[in-house]
Nanobody
Framework: QVQLVESGGGLVQAGGSLRLSCRAS????????MGWFRQAPGKEREFVAA????????DYADSVKGRFTISRNNFENTVYLQMNSLKPEDTAVYYC???????????????????WGQGTQVTVSS
């Protein structure tokens, strides 16, 4: 099992920044791809960003490209999501996820992940 705990969410004005963290414990973190997803009220969970197991490859949703940056620190078992130039439409619960398989690429699909955190709320006011 892999346990994931997100933190760093909160309320911010449009144009502001937040950095989300996701700390992993349990089974091996450093050889799993990690992703961030978000879910707004009444909407399906959607892909935000992902990083492969060694941090060498990343992928982003078009809606966040140029504004969000995903990174990981395998020594600290932590993945980060730096969010800049936030918009009201970024308001959602943000979830981090880890792949069940090892040494995989950065999946953009929820089905590519086997472990999920409990989520952290991000609210962007206009």
């Amino acid at each position: 099992q892999v346990q994931l705990v997100e933190s760093g969410g909160g309320l911010v004005q449009a144009g502001g920044s937040l950095r989300l963290s996701c700390r992993a414990s349990g089974r091996t973190f450093s050889n799993r791809a990690m992703g961030w997803f978000r879910q707004a009220p009444g909407k399906e969970r959607e892909f935000v960003a992902a990083v492969n197991w060694n941090g060498g490859s990343t992928d982003y949703a078009d809606s966040v490209k140029g504004r969000f940056t995903i990174s990981r620190n395998n020594f600290e078992n932590t993945v980060y999501l730096q969010m800049n130039s936030l918009k009201p439409e970024d308001t959602a619960v943000y979830y981090c996820a880890a792949t069940r398989g090892l040494y995989t690429g950065a999946s953009t699909s929820t089905g590519g992940y086997g472990y999920w955190g409990q989520g952290t709320q991000v609210t962007v006011s206009s």
